[in-house]
């Protein structure tokens, strides 16, 4: 079973509207959730951390996380083209090594 | 704002060779990380470190890879005898305390030939 599981897509949202990403992940022990953002050829750039269930609202982003389901989400109100990358979902234990595990991605595209 | 930054942003070597990545964290932060990517894959993790030794490493990290902290500020990865297969983004990252958001520096990108 792979630890953080995404649907590689592409997601294709047309401009203005809202965009759902979605992300489950294996290891009940997993305590600190993620959301980076990355274009093509760049690195990792963090959107949103959530630590406990419920919603958790950045400006345009919402995260999601159901602990019970092993479920993390993520939401883009008002799309932009400039949202078009791909969405990391990544989590980690806090365990010593606090080592992060991330999924192979989303890729979004906004249609203009 | 503060960030990580990595050196060189792109290096070509023959295979093995070895290959030394640098990389400045954040000043104020205690954890260090290195994580790779192989194009079109996810991103792996490699290594962590604090306080002056390695907290953990992956299966990936075998006995080519090692990693140090010279001093105050660099932190680096080298690769002592590179392979083919270790063409990748390579990306370091800093956080201050366990859990904390890990940022991340904007890669170096290997081309093992």
């Known amino acids: 079973q792979k630890e953080v599981e995404q649907n590689s897509g592409p997601l294709s949202v047309p401009e203005g509207a809202i965009a759902s990403l979605n992300c489950t992940y294996s290891?009940?022990?997993?305590?600190?959730f993620f959301w980076y953002r990355q274009y093509s050829g760049k690195s990792p750039e963090l959107i949103m951390s959530?630590?406990?269930?419920g919603d958790k609202e950045d400006g345009r982003f919402t995260a999601q996380l159901n602990k019970a389901s092993q479920y993390v989400s993520l939401l883009i109100r008002d799309s932009q083209p400039s949202d078009s990358a791909t969405y990391l979902c990544?989590?980690?234990?806090?365990?010593?090594?606090?080592?992060?595990?991330f999924g192979k991605g989303t890729r979004l595209h906004i249609l203009p | 704002e503060p960030e990580v930054t990595q050196t060189p942003s792109h290096q070509v070597t023959q295979m093995g060779q070895e290959v030394i990545l640098r990389c400045v964290p954040i000043?104020?932060?205690?954890?260090f990380y290195w994580y790779r990517q192989i194009l079109g894959q996810k991103v792996e993790f490699l290594v962590s470190?604090?306080?002056?030794?390695?907290?953990?490493k992956s299966e990936i990290f075998d006995d080519q890879f090692s990693v140090e902290r010279p001093d105050g500020s660099n932190f680096t990865l080298k690769i002592r005898s590179t392979k083919l297969e270790d063409s990748a983004m390579y990306f370091c990252?800093?956080?201050?305390?366990?859990?904390?958001?890990?940022?991340f520096g904007p890669g170096t990108r290997l081309l093992v030939l």
């Open positions: 990544a989590v980690n234990k806090l365990n010593r090594d606090d080592k992060i595990i």
């Open positions: 290891d009940r022990g997993s305590q600190s």
């Open positions: 959530i630590y406990s269930n």
């Open positions: 000043s104020n932060h205690l954890y």
């Open positions: 470190f604090y306080n002056n030794e390695i907290s953990e």
């Open positions: 990252a800093s956080n201050g305390g366990a859990g904390e958001t890990q940022y």
